[in-house]
């Protein structure tokens, strides 16, 4: 089921609508069931923070597998470890709508994440393997504007389907669209690394490789800077439910408040980076990101030191942040692949580990520690924004260093 991939961004418009269902697959499987925390603990008589366990366990195991699965698929083929990945979701999600007790919501739950990240991970490595530079980074952004939609979604479908038919619909709908997006994939995703330049599945290569990415200074400043950018964001999301429901009084059915405005941001910023693409080299576009995020931070913690948590203006700043990190991702992404052309799946793999241990990181110890009150998640997403600023210095500096960075015709893209 093979396809040679076309050779140009005009024709992959298919193409980056399937490698955006496949990403988004994780945040929808995290959002989505966010608005049934409560009736999950009433279901099981377990406290908030057991059911809060349930979203670490999926995080920590998908920060882990996603670690490996770019290697795989560097070994295997892209094709036939997404569609391996897919199978095996779907099957995690059908334990977690007929779990019978909180630990098997927990065991299927951490199943789910060794397997939700291999779109988002093999995802990039396409990208790469059919396109280089400004057609890289317009891909690159229609596959983030598509994907922008899910977190919305995510909550949104969730809290109704909660409403209607009680939280295990939450599960069945997501098994439903894995399935569908599974028969998709069959019939349609070509595979984009042919045999002859795949790496075979050898511990020495493979500890050869994570040890050549993970001493990279401007790899591992590029990928900081990505997950902080991410995770002050991701503080929100995750408290969602204390920050909507808890300070700002909505209900199961209001979740739209903060992830449809996010949202917005998310496909603002997307869409700028992809206008922007061939017209402002990739460091500028950062750096224009950067001020849009240091305005919106600073705002966010300006309204919170001086007025009560409010709607919209407890949400506002939070757009334009969006729009800000969405404009940042696809070159900082970009960047940080093409470091590294010849292992992009590895590379890959290696990115998405650091961001989803910071995912994970916010999650279990960072958002419970802030979600108390408004001024503290703004104190939190300014200080997590100024660390991502400084990882992006260290690139910088390391670059006016000469520090080694492998280049070849395939990163073509302006830095």
Known sequence: MSKPPPSTAHHHRGLAVMLASLSAIGPFSIDAYLPSFQEVGRTFHASPWAVQQTLTAYLVTFAAMTLWQGAISDALGRRRVTLAML????????GCMVSWSIEALLVFRALQGMTAGAGMVIGRAIVRDVLDGAEARKLMSRISLVFAIAPALGPVIGGWLHVWLGWRSVFAFLALFTALLGWWCWRALPETLPPERRHPLQARALLGGYWSVGRSLPFAALVAAVTLNFSAVFLYIVSA????????????????????????????????????AGRLSNRRSIALAYAIMAVAAGGNLLFHAVAAPALPWSVLPLVLYVVGSSLAMPSLTLMALDLFPQRRGLASSCQSFVQSSGNALVTAVLAPLLWGSAPTLAAGMAVLLGLAAVAFGLFLRAGRAGAPAPVTAASASPR
Do not use: Q, Y
């Open 87 to 94: 199978a095996l979701f779907f099957l995690a999600t059908v």
């Open 241 to 276: 439910p204390a920050f909507l429901v808890n300070l700002l009084h909505v209900s199961e059915t209001g979740f739209f408040w903060l992830f449809g405005p996010i949202t917005a941001g998310m496909v603002i910023g997307t869409w700028l980076s992809g206008r922007t």
